[in-house]
């Protein structure tokens, strides 16, 4: 089945450590994204892609990183320069026609 | 002001009954907007994609957008259980939502609660 899978579901860190969430899409979409979700706040742009090894920073960028080497895979790396890293992560993606956003089942990050 | 408001319950309502969600806005410039359903610990899944003014329908569900006021609405007729989530608007002035320039603006999302 077309989708895109984010891994892991649940991730516990230490303050201080970097964590990779892994984010895999088989949809052969071209533009990618990560959003963040807090209570309250609704969904938040972190990064986006539009295209294999080019991504640009959305409105929360500080303290997370990105890369897109592969068409298919758009991981996001949460560091420790990020102030409140706990919340929901969201993956998502559109195709050409870019009228209509997917999202993965998110991933859970827990800083304690 | 933010540019899109939608208020985030909870509604509560019984198996049955007509839903009304909605969102306003204040960027005249937005045509394209739409409704998604997020469950708990879940990703948002797109329910109805209009452009422009008018009404859409899918099954039980029925989107609406007044350009005029500035609102649109989502009708959800005979709820069920199975329809308890998270609603959230959004909107956009460009069909695709890439980029800052031309980025999709979200509502925080109507809480649903649907009793048996």
């Known amino acids: 089945d077309g989708g895109i899978t984010q891994s892991p579901k649940y991730l516990f860190r230490k303050e201080g450590q970097n964590v990779t969430l892994s984010c895999e899409q088989n949809l052969n979409h071209d533009a990618m994204y990560w959003y963040r979700q807090d209570p309250g706040q609704g969904l938040r742009l972190i990064y986006y892609s539009q295209i294999v090894n080019d991504f640009q920073k959305g409105d929360i960028a500080e303290g997370y990183s990105v890369s897109r080497e592969k068409k298919e895979s758009f991981p996001l790396t949460v560091t420790s320069a990020q102030k409140n890293p706990t919340a929901f992560y969201l993956c998502a993606s559109t195709g050409t026609s870019g009228n209509t956003i997917y999202f993965g089942e998110g991933s859970w990050l827990t800083v304690v | 002001q933010k540019e899109v408001e939608q208020d985030p319950g909870p509604l509560s309502v019984p198996e049955g009954a007509i839903v009304s969600l909605n969102c306003t806005y204040s960027n005249s410039a937005f045509q394209y907007f739409m409704w998604y359903r997020q469950y708990s610990r879940k990703g948002p899944e797109l329910l109805m994609y209009?452009?422009s003014s008018g009404n859409k329908e899918d099954g039980r569900f029925t989107a609406q957008v007044d350009k005029s006021s500035k609102y649109i609405s989502l009708f959800i007729r005979d709820s069920q259980p199975s329809d308890s989530a998270t609603y959230l608007c959004a909107m956009s002035d460009s069909p695709a939502p890439a980029g800052n320039n031309r980025k999709l603006i979200w509502g925080l999302g109507t809480s649903l609660a649907v009793n048996p």
């Open positions: 209009t452009y």
